[in-house]
């Protein structure tokens, strides 16, 4: 069982370090090419240009309407900010990997993320855990059988967020 590929979706929430460090170390045991991911959500670009959006600030409590232009800027600076931190976590492990921002549907997103290796691959969506991902790679009884098969017919492996 040999997954050769993993896609880290991420989104402009936060990810701490450790989920980071996770990712790289999963990817490194499993000798794996990754690719992260960073989603700008087109449902919340969308939300941001209807004219009665606004965002209430924390912890001034303040409503302000939504300004697109500054999200996508914020959405920028996140996705760079996240490329520099996985850069850092991944620089041990000597691991291939590559990082893109794209905008879209999450799941489509991913969705096409996928579709592009031929190679059995490992899906860490936004907020998933890669710590649950790595115990269905190592434990036997998370239903093996299944996993072996999806694996043999080169068919993408979801690990959805606890």
Known sequence: MRIRRIVAGFDAGACRPETLQAIAALAAETQAELLGLFIEDTGLL??????????????????????????????????????????????????????????????????????????????????????AAREVVRRPDLNEALLRALIAAARPVLILPE
Do not use: N
Request: proline share 9%.
């Open 46 to 131: 969308d939300l941001a240009r209807l004219p009665f959006a606004a965002e209430v600030g924390y912890p001034s409590a303040a409503r302000r309407g939504l300004d697109v232009e500054t999200l996508e800027r914020a959405l920028r600076v996140r996705a760079e900010t996240l490329r520099r931190a996985l850069a850092a976590a991944l620089e041990p492990a000597a691991v291939k990997w590559t990082f893109r921002t794209e905008r879209g549907y999450p799941a489509d997103t991913l969705a096409t993320a996928l579709a592009e290796g031929h190679a059995p691959a490992l899906l860490i969506p936004p907020g998933g855990k890669p710590h």
